[in-house]
Structures are given as structure tokens and as C-alpha cells.
């Protein structure tokens, strides 16, 4: 099993859909959870820290599940801008933040 | 703009060249990181240097060698390398947290990466 996996998507959504992704990690130590957005040949740029009782901002909320050991990114309202490829980040060790394979979202016209 | 910064953005090297990649904060942030990335793949961990000593080397080949000179400044020098380890190569630091005892880390802030080329 790998350490942090995601759906490899695409997602395909109109504008204005909600959309959501998961991030299943495999260590129950794991503290610290990221979720990135990559846009083409460009680097990851942090969208949002997890916390343990849910978070929001703006249209983006993250949701922390350690029973079942998954994170959650749910998009409102979608934009077109929103098109890219999201990444979760998980702490497996001190230091050792590994990515998730990233799901791509596509939102159309 | 990116607070993270690394040089050059562009290398083609051949396989017999020696190069190094660059890459500064002045965050003060005491972790730094080395991620390889391959077209359509998550970000590889490869190296991290906490306090400017080398803390995690993800089984890393030598022909990649890391240095931090000091706490601002990351280096990764490049010497025979084949064709297969063209990627972008992505820099990134943390502020430090706690010690190898904790489990918490702070999120990591990249630089633009250096796209290699090796033929």
C-alpha cells in the first residue's frame, strides 16, 4: 500500500459544481496534512493546512478523518482558475512530507 | 512571487558534466528540502537538511551529492548523470518545529524549480 494516495481523476465539472477529493495515508503517527495545487510545469503552492477540527477559506474546505485516516478537500462554487492537479502532503516521519499522486480537476464553461 | 528562490531555471547537461543546482530563503526557515518531480508524478522527497546538517537522504545515488553552506543557502551538485534523471527539481523550506521526537511539521514553501535536462 502506498504511504498517501489520492484519485488520479481527471475531474470533470462544469462552473459553479462542488467538488470534492480524498487522501487516504497508510501511517496512523501522521500529524501534519497540506493540501497543494500545481498548476502545468509550474511548483506546488500551499492551499491549505488541515487541522484536526476542520477548516475553511473561502470556497475550500479540508476535513481531517483519523478514524478512517483520510483527508478531504471540498471545492464550492467552482471556477474555471480552479483547474489544476491537487496534491495532499503528509508527514510520515519527522520531517518526511511525502505527496500524494494528485488528482486532477478540470471545470468547464 | 516566490520567497524561495532557485538558479538556474533551465539546465542541459550531458552525461560526463558536473553542475549544481542553487537555491536561497531568507525566511529563516531551518529545514530545507530537495523534491525531484517527473512529468505527470507527485513531487519525490530526496533530501532534508535541518540546521544545516543533512537529516533525511531518501536513498538518494551519489551522483546526486547535497550541500547547505549555510542556513540560507541549499545546493544540490550534479556529476554523471544519465538521461533518466531529467525532471524538475524542486527546493523547498519549512520553519523547524519541534525535534525528531515530534510528528508536527510546518508546510513547506517551493521555489520554481530547476528544469533538467540530460542527454
Known amino acids: 500500500r502506498k504511504e498517501v494516495e489520492q484519485d488520479p481523476g481527471p475531474f470533470n465539472v462544469p462552473e459553479g459544481a462542488t467538488v470534492a477529493f480524498n487522501c487516504t495515508y497508510s501511517?496512523?503517527?501522521?500529524?501534519?496534512f497540506f493540501w497543494y495545487r500545481q498548476d502545468c510545469r509550474k511548483e506546488p503552492k500551499l492551499l491549505m493546512s488541515v487541522y484536526s477540527s476542520g477548516n475553511e477559506d473561502g470556497r475550500f474546505t479540508a476535513q481531517l478523518n483519523r478514524a478512517s485516516q483520510y483527508i478531504s478537500l471540498l471545492i464550492r462554487d467552482s471556477k474555471l482558475s480552479d483547474s489544476a492537479t491537487y496534491l495532499c502532503v503528509v508527514n510520515t516521519g519527522f520531517q518526511k512530507l511525502v505527496f500524494g499522486t494528485g488528482t486532477r480537476l478540470l471545470v468547464s464553461p | 512571487d516566490t520567497e524561495v528562490t532557485q538558479t538556474p531555471k533551465h539546465l542541459v547537461m550531458g552525461m560526463t558534466n558536473k553542475k549544481s543546482l542553487k537555491c536561497e530563503q531568507h525566511?529563516?526557515?531551518?529545514?530545507m528540502y530537495w523534491y525531484k518531480q517527473k512529468a505527470k508524478k507527485p513531487p519525490e522527497l530526496m533530501f532534508v537538511y535541518s540546521y544545516e546538517k543533512l537529516s533525511i537522504n531518501e536513498s538518494v545515488p551519489s551522483r546526486f551529492s547535497p550541500e547547505c553552506p549555510n542556513s540560507s543557502l541549499l545546493n544540490l551538485h550534479l556529476h554523471a548523470l544519465q538521461p533518466e534523471d531529467s525532471a524538475l527539481y524542486l527546493c523547498?523550506?519549512?520553519?523547524?518545529?519541534?525535534?525528531?521526537?515530534?510528528?508536527?511539521?510546518?508546510?513547506?514553501?517551493f521555489g520554481n524549480g530547476t528544469r533538467l535536462t540530460v542527454t
Open positions: 525566511m529563516g526557515h531551518r529545514a
Open positions: 501511517n496512523s503517527a501522521s500529524q501534519s
Open positions: 523547498a523550506s519549512s520553519q523547524e518545529r519541534g525535534d525528531s521526537r515530534s510528528s508536527y511539521n510546518s508546510p513547506l514553501h
